[in-house]
């Protein structure tokens, strides 16, 4: 009896993944619950793992290939158990032979989409190529070294000059200049499905809300001299080291209960305030931006705060954030100073109207109380949609947000 493989419900409005690789081939064994593949969604990536014990009868669905929920990615053939893993892994070792007795083209069958779809755009041809893929399969790498090969060997040699003198006057013919293949200098990388997610959903961001940025900044002495004297008791107590994050996750929902159309959305001809504060922290992980999500951030200390967004950055990196980790979200916050931004325009992260970009603190000087002084200044950039929030309100939001930060005490009286 056979048994489908398909797209399980990937979570609240997601209806497509990208395959992004099998863990298993035409011909293994598989159990109950152990992982047959892993699908990556705009949000997250997912292993879809085997409902009923045997062997994986086919594999319809091949990496980089885009799929959608319930559609069918293989066949696992139940109960069948497979004593010839050996030599199926022989043949995936040796391709040429099981292709010639079939009279196909050997290459076809053991090379990736992605290194297929590069080797027919420059025409290269593949046979007797080893593949240094899982199972023999010949990857990009493979494809690019071939090219680099191949590149290596057609460069033009210079002819061999004669000159000819004429009254003592030597005249020399230039070589003609070697010319590489603009084509074979460039390389086409298919966008990640969380990469085309980032690209439509800021797309989407900047032609569907009347989107404007306000700018201020803030003395962050107070704030690094607290850091200073309690960051040591802090991490012996708590085990994490006290950050800025939490205290702009603090600020930004003291300013947010202040001015709580910052903490909306539009829903047709409504607005919908939320009273509620779930507070999205952007991370750059290598694979692209991420935003998960502290739920209900106002009942969180400053400890639980830098525990959680010190395990989001981890899961971003390892993608093993789920569902519940990015799902939701009523305002958003971005830091680009970690990477040396000193300003930016963040852009809105829909259905959100409101967005805080921090910055790089740099010492500055500024004026106190008539006297010059050197302080460590941020610039901070609040966006907004123009729909829901108003210059004024925005305006008043960072004036907020900047007195809560300079006074860092003011933010347990917020709490």
Known sequence: MSTNIVVPELGESIVEATVIRWFKSEGDSVNIGEALLELETEKANFEVAAEKQGVIKSII??????????????????????DNTDTK???????????????????????????????????????????????????????????????????????????????????VKEAPPITIARDAREERVKMSRRRRTIARRMLEASQTTAMLTTFNEID???????RRRRKETFKDKYGVSLGLNSFFVKASIGALKAFPAVNAEIDGDDMIIKHYYDIGVAIGASEGLVVPVLKNADGMSFAEIEKRIKEFATKAEDNTLSLDDIMGGT?????????????????LNPPQVGILGLHKIEDRPIIINGELAIRPMMYVALSYDHRVVDGREAVQFLVRLKELIQDPESLLLEG
Request: aromatic content about 2%.
């Open 61 to 82: 669905k091949k990496e980089d290939e885009d799929v959608e929920v319930g559609e069918v990615l293989g066949v696992i053939e139940e109960g069948a158990v497979s």
């Open 89 to 171: 892994s022989a043949e995936a070792k040796a391709p040429e032979a099981k292709a010639t007795t079939q009279g196909q083209e050997p290459v076809t069958e053991k090379i990736t989409p992605v290194a297929k779809k590069l080797a027919e755009e420059f025409g290269l041809d593949m046979s007797g190529i080893e593949g240094t893929g899982p199972s023999g399969r010949i990857t990009k790498e493979d494809v690019e070294k071939l090219m680099e090969s191949q590149a290596d060997d057609s460069q033009i040699e210079a002819p061999e000059i004669k000159p000819k003198t004429q009254s003592a006057v030597v005249q």
């Open 220 to 226: 962050m002495t107070s704030v690094m001299e607290l």
């Open 331 to 347: 305002f958003t916050i971005t830091n680009g100073g970690v990477f040396g931004s000193l300003m930016s325009t963040p852009i």
